[in-house]
């Protein structure tokens, strides 16, 4: 079964300190992920693919094929970090997304 | 024009209405998606369409039909609604090619149902 889990419902840091967005998948065959955010009362926006390999607004997420994870990750924390998380993964050769439940990042002063 | 804009951003229909949901995209994407998305939750695929074909039916509603004019354009006509169906519908674009499925999403029509 083709799965994402994002076992955390909310984290919440102080500014300034490391986060770490957990994401998990189940799929046969080589997988596409992503990370989307989606700011308050924003639009669903691309954060991060792991085909690119890119760090955006200092996030980074690399794809571990042996622990199944593909853990967004950022050393210093922003308030305007403040948003949530989805990790998502393309299925086959569909394009349909499969979305894990999301990650409400909190970013205290 | 870099992204998907969708009209209106928010509507308000009886359970007898028809009303339709508008989206649009200039970036020459050629697949197009239909997500329900309810409150703190993740999107929902609804539907797909590849090269104006619908592609995938998430085993959605007849209430809900979709329809894709031309490759810039994806309406979602709703007829009959429940209040249940009351949620945040987003469009996506991406190109349907391998290696290029990178969706982007418009910011959503925010619909009631009373």
């Known amino acids: 079964a083709q799965r994402v889990t994002q076992p955390e419902k909310l984290l919440s840091v102080f500014k300034g300190a490391p986060v770490e967005l957990k994401c998990n998948y189940s799929?046969?065959?080589?997988?596409?992920l992503f990370w989307y955010v989606q700011y308050s009362r924003q639009r669903l926006q691309l954060l991060l693919r792991h085909i690119s390999r890119e760090s955006i607004k200092g996030f980074t997420a690399d794809l571990n094929k042996g622990e199944t994870s593909f853990h967004l990750k950022k050393p210093f924390a922003q308030e305007e970090d403040s948003a949530m998380y989805y990790c998502?993964?393309?299925?086959?050769?569909?394009?349909?997304?499969?979305f894990g439940q999301g990650t409400t990042l909190q970013v205290k002063p | 024009d870099t992204e998907v804009t969708q009209t209106p951003k928010h509507l308000v229909m009886g359970m007898t209405n028809k009303k339709s949901l508008k989206c649009e995209q200039h970036m020459g994407h050629r697949a197009m998606y239909w997500y329900k998305q309810k409150a703190k939750k993740p999107p929902e695929l609804m539907f797909v369409y590849s090269y104006e074909k619908l592609s995938i039916n998430e085993s959605v509603p007849s209430r809900f039909s979709p329809e894709c004019p031309n490759s810039s354009l994806l309406n979602l006509h709703l007829h009959a609604l429940q209040p249940e169906d009351s949620a945040l519908y987003l469009c996506?674009?991406?190109?349907?090619?391998?290696?290029?499925?990178?969706?982007?999403f418009g910011p959503g029509t925010r619909l009631l149902v009373l």
């Open positions: 998502a993964l393309r299925s086959g050769n569909t394009g349909k997304l499969i």
């Open positions: 996506a674009s991406s190109q349907p090619r391998q290696g290029l499925k990178t969706q982007y």
């Open positions: 799929y046969s065959g080589s997988p596409e």
